[in-house]
């Protein structure tokens, strides 16, 4: 039989708005967006939302669920406790344009800064598992970009301008770590993608839904990688004495 | 209707929608890692009661007092204990616990921070200094060798009234080599050995040597998964085994011998 949920939704624009509630009749394995769509067929047809795929995979219908950064599709009614409200708000990290949509527009922007898998001059492209394995996990992602709404560094302290945020971290992770790519970006991630105003405080990975380890496993090797470059004072050393003291920026990685 | 709440509300510390107890990972935080230093503190202060029998506590390892035989006005342990105290402080994991505890920054996944601080995360003093965490490593494998030399020492029970060492086993031996083992399994899950010892190739198949640093990579990646728990094991391991041996100097507690 079923049952009657109450819903608190956000209802406006950029000039403010409001949680509105609703009552929504649930059947048994419903997720929040389907919640949602039945508002918008039975009391608020304007109800504006973002979505595609519901099975996780294209990464629109990111959201706020009782404050926690979530995919709408992917986030179960039984598994919140009965008696509780549902509060569903948009993303905090980007411009509202109305009710759950968000303008995420600044992140394709970032995108375009970051130099593309450039390949080494004597590249073998002969692939292997044990090479791809890393960047595989990286290539999962699905530009959801919960884990830019999370980043304190641009929710709380809105550094659009200084920091590209973990998605980025990840995608520059995986052309870093591509066995074919020639290129060094670690100064593009000291200076411009401001690799630096990560603390690693890991919500990022927290509300990753294909689960990225992307603090351990991006943010953290890129930290290494820029402190091999600038901040390890035995391999400045050692740089000095041997007299390699520039660093690889050429296609061919040599 | 509910009441009218913007979006664009300004921050305040704890401000969320959160209904979930998001705060008590930094209240235990606080509490765990500050009880230790405040007792940790204390007992590299006291300089004494750091040796029982063949047990030495990690605080005073290695015992370079009793080497060079220094009669020193102040506790030695201090000289020692800043190296894993850098390599703690630096660590990845603990930078996220304390930055999110006592920096509150931020105290919880999307809840608010104290209102109108400027950030600048690590790209300036004095935590641009993390940077430096793998030379802390260095420097703690060095520690690390001495204790596992101390865990072995605690083996080999000395007796005054027959003489030679005589091999042997008290509970003491055993909080030494739990501490050790747990250190180990923290310091060898260490992001920054993660990295050198293989996570910087980007070819893992590139030639003899790229392989077998993949299977090293892959085996601190293992250690390096459970590292939070590493980190909160090997510290009350490490507190444990100074406690231990001090209650024991003082006549307190009293070892068993198991063999």
């Known amino acids: ?254 | 209707m509910a009441g009218i709440l913007s979006v664009t509300d300004p921050d305040r510390l704890g401000k969320t929608d959160r209904v979930d107890a998001w705060w008590v990972e930094p209240l235990l935080t606080v509490l765990g890692l500050t009880a230790f230093i405040v007792y940790s503190t204390w007992a590299a202060f006291q300089g004494d009661h750091y040796r029982f029998g063949p047990y030495l506590s990690p605080f005073y390892s290695p015992n370079i007092k009793e080497w060079f035989g220094w009669n020193l006005d102040f506790s030695f342990a201090f000289s020692i204990l800043w190296v894993p105290a850098g390599f703690r402080a630096t660590c990845y994991y603990y930078r996220k616990a304390y930055y999110r505890s006592y920096f509150m920054d931020p105290p919880g996944c999307a809840v608010g921070e104290p209102h109108g601080r400027s950030y600048l995360g690590e790209t300036e003093f004095p935590f641009i200094l993390q940077n430096l965490h793998r030379c802390f490593f260095y420097l703690a494998a060095i520690v690390l060798a001495f204790l596992w030399y101390d865990a072995y020492e605690a083996f080999f029970f000395k007796d005054a009234a027959t003489g030679p060492a005589t091999f042997g086993m008290g509970v003491g031996t055993i909080v030494l080599l739990v501490n050790v083992v747990t250190l180990t399994g923290f310091s060898f899950g260490c992001n920054s050995l993660r990295h050198l010892i293989g996570g910087k190739l980007d070819c893992f198949t590139c030639g003899a040597t790229a392989r077998i640093r993949h299977k090293l990579w892959g085996g601190v990646s293992l250690l390096n998964l459970r590292h939070t728990e590493w980190a909160w094991v090997s510290l009350f391991a490490v507190g444990f085994a100074d406690l231990y041996v001090r209650l024991c100097s003082m006549g307190i507690w009293h070892d068993i011998r198991i063999f």
């Open chain 1, 1 to 254: 039989m079923a049952e009657v949920r109450k819903f608190k939704v956000y209802r406006g624009d950029k000039n403010g708005g409001q949680l509105t509630e609703y009552n929504v009749q649930v059947e048994p394995g419903m997720v929040v967006l389907d919640g949602i769509h039945q508002i918008q067929r039975t009391q608020a047809a304007d109800l504006a939302c973002r979505w595609n795929c519901k099975a996780a995979k294209c990464g629109s219908c990111s959201a706020e669920v009782n404050g926690k950064p979530r995919l709408l599709c992917k986030t179960r009614l039984d598994d919140f406790d009965p008696a509780e409200i549902i509060t569903v708000r948009p993303v905090k990290t980007f411009p509202l344009i109305r009710d759950l949509v968000c303008d995420v527009s600044w992140n394709f922007e970032v995108n375009k800064k970051i130099p593309p898998l450039t390949p080494k001059k004597t590249a073998d492209w002969v692939m292997h598992q044990e090479d791809m394995d890393r960047v595989q996990e990286f290539r999962k992602c699905i530009e959801c970009f919960l884990c830019q709404n999370v980043c304190h560094v641009l929710r709380n302290h809105d550094l659009k301008d200084r920091f590209y945020g973990p998605r980025f971290m990840v995608r520059i992770a995986c052309l870093e770590m591509h066995p074919m790519d020639g290129l060094d970006r670690t100064k593009l991630l000291k200076d411009e993608a401001g690799l630096g105003f990560c603390n690693i405080t890991k919500c990022c990975t927290e509300v990753c839904p294909e689960e990225i380890h992307i603090t351990d496993n991006a943010i953290i090797p890129l930290k290494e990688r820029v402190a091999d470059r600038h901040y390890d004072p035995l391999r400045a050393f050692w740089r000095k004495i041997m007299g390699a003291d520039h660093p690889c920026t050429c296609a061919d990685g040599g």
